[in-house]
Structures are given as C-alpha cells and as structure tokens.
T-cell receptor
C-alpha cells in the first residue's frame, strides 16, 4: 500500500493553463507538505499544513494555491502556468508538526510547461 | 543561505567500498536528517540525528554530528550497486519554525 500517493505522475501542459496535483496519505499523519525540486535537484519547501491549517507558506507566487480538505489530503492548484514552473513537485507528510519527525515523500509529479 | 552544503557533489566507488558524504551548515540546529533519492522516485528517510546526539547507526549506515564544527557525515559501509542514488542532508534550524532545509545532495554511483 502506497503511504503518500500523488497524481498525476506526469503533467505536460501549455503556458497559461491551470492545473492541479492531488496528494493523499494513509499514514494518519498530522502534517503535509509540498516541495519543489528543480532540474539541479534542489528541493525547496513551498507549503505545509498541520491538521488542515496552513502553517508554512514560503515565498511562492500567488498562482500557487494549496488546499487541504482534510488532514489526509493536500492538493496544489497552479494558475496561469509559466515555463519556470517546470519541475518535480513532491508531496510529503510527517507524524508531528514540522521539524519533529521524518518526512515521508510521494514519488513526485513531473510538471512540464511548454 | 541556511541551506546545508554537501560534499562531494558526486562520488563513484566500487561495490564493497565505503562511501562517505559530508554536510556542513551555518547556524544552530534542532536536528539533521539524511534522505536517499533513487532516480525518478521520492526521497526516503534514512536517519534523524538530534543536536544532542553525536552518532547514530542503522544497518550499514552510520551518521555522525559535530555541532562545534557544524557538520555531519553519512558513512555507507560495504556499498552495493543498489546504494546508487542521490543522498541529501536536511537541517531543522532553530529559527525556521521546523522547516526542513535540504542540501543539494551527493550523487553516489556504486559500480558492480
């Protein structure tokens, strides 16, 4: 059973489109995250939710909007996609609040904007 | 930048040899974690070491932490081809609200 699953695995779209990435965890964790990994493998945190409440909100364009309908789900919606948004987006979860416990990652969504 | 810096960026060894990767950082931490990423996959947690700990082991993995030098190392003993992956350190800095800041990783290649 996949602990942290995100869909889709690949997303190819044109500039200006709006797209969503979904993430679900079945670990019973309280905290979920979105990370962005660029082409040089640099991994940067974008958002974190703890029990559906936004607790980390990095300097990310307003075009990115996370939504957590319940503590097992954290979706990422991106408006007006730009070329620079091309990257691999990882969802992750942790048992405790940020910093207190290891992260469990999904397998990533490779977003390509053309 | 508070990002941990890893060294070397790439490491190529033969099966059976030991691999050592280093991570240095600049400000005080609560804990430091090591992760592995296989190509095309998500990161997998390996070891978490807290600021008051000096060494931790897990199977063939050994992590050390020297807070006076602000550095950590990951040693993989008796490496296998399956250890080929990217290895990242991630630091939980005291003043960052629990955010994990990842280094840029070391690409390890273990040749059979």
């Amino acid at each position: 059973d996949t602990a942290v699953s995100q869909t889709p695995k690949y997303l190819v779209t044109q500039m200006g489109n709006d797209k969503s990435i979904k993430c679900e965890q079945n670990l019973g964790h309280d905290t979920m995250y979105w990370y962005k990994q660029d082409s040089k493998k640099f991994l940067k945190i974008m958002f974190s939710y703890n029990n559906k409440e936004l607790i980390i909100n990095e300097t990310v364009p307003n075009r990115f909007s996370p939504k957590s309908p319940d503590k097992a789900h954290l979706n990422l919606h991106i408006n007006s996609l730009e070329l620079g948004d091309s990257a691999v987006y990882f969802c992750a979860s942790s048992l405790l609040a940020p910093g207190g416990s290891p992260l469990h990652f999904g397998n990533g969504t490779r977003l390509t904007v053309t | 930048s508070q990002q941990g810096e890893e060294d070397p960026q790439a490491l190529s060894i033969q099966e059976g040899e030991n691999a050592t990767m280093n991570c240095s950082y600049k400000t005080s931490i609560n804990n430091l974690q090591w992760y592995r990423q296989n190509s095309g996959r998500g990161l997998v947690h390996l070891i978490l070491i807290r600021s008051n700990e000096r060494e931790k082991h897990s199977g063939r993995l050994r992590v050390t932490l020297d807070t006076s030098k602000k550095s950590s190392s990951l040693l993989i003993t008796a490496s296998r081809a399956a250890d080929t992956a990217s290895y990242f350190c991630a630091t939980d800095f005291n003043n960052q609200g629990g955010k994990l800041i990842f280094g840029q990783g070391t690409e390890l290649s273990v040749k059979p």
